[in-house]
């Protein structure tokens, strides 16, 4: 009898795991919105703008070409998380990934004559433009 509570304990734990393990390939990233730099390159809906103590305002971000957003669930330390959902709305909307000016945590983007910097780490996204000048 023992043994059969120690292997339905066993079995427990795994099916726990098994279902965390999951967690974060669930994240909710089924509608995008244009981003505040630039409306044509897009975000997920859900992703909110950080601002506050850490950084700056919305203004002095938009000035120096950048916004931050908080997203839950995307990205890691590792940079191991990043949805292909994501990736695949970016190219739906035109957008091309330069690889070779994309390393690690930096996305590079072009589109006409537009280039986007998108950097993703954990739970935060940052959308950034080249300037031209």
């Not at 997203?71 to 330069?98: D, H, M, T």
């Not at 280039?115 to 000048?133: A, Q, T």
Request: glycine share 6%.
């Amino acid at each position: 009898m023992t043994n059969k509570r120690v292997n339905l304990f066993f079995c427990l734990i795994l099916s726990l795991l098994a279902c965390n393990g999951n967690e974060s390939n669930d994240i909710e990233i089924n509608s995008f919105k244009g981003s505040d730099l630039n409306n044509d390159f897009p975000i997920p809906e859900k992703a909110e703008r950080v601002t506050g103590i850490y950084f700056e305002t919305h203004e002095e971000q938009i000035k120096k070409n950048y916004i931050y957003y908080r997203f839950v669930g995307i990205g890691s330390v590792e940079n191991e998380f990043i949805p292909e959902k994501y990736f695949a709305e970016i190219e739906r909307w035109g957008w091309n990934q330069l690889d070779n000016k994309s390393i690690g945590q930096l996305h590079v983007f072009e589109k006409n004559a537009d280039i986007i910097k998108l950097i993703i780490s954990e739970d935060m996204l940052m959308v950034g433009e080249f300037s031209n000048n």
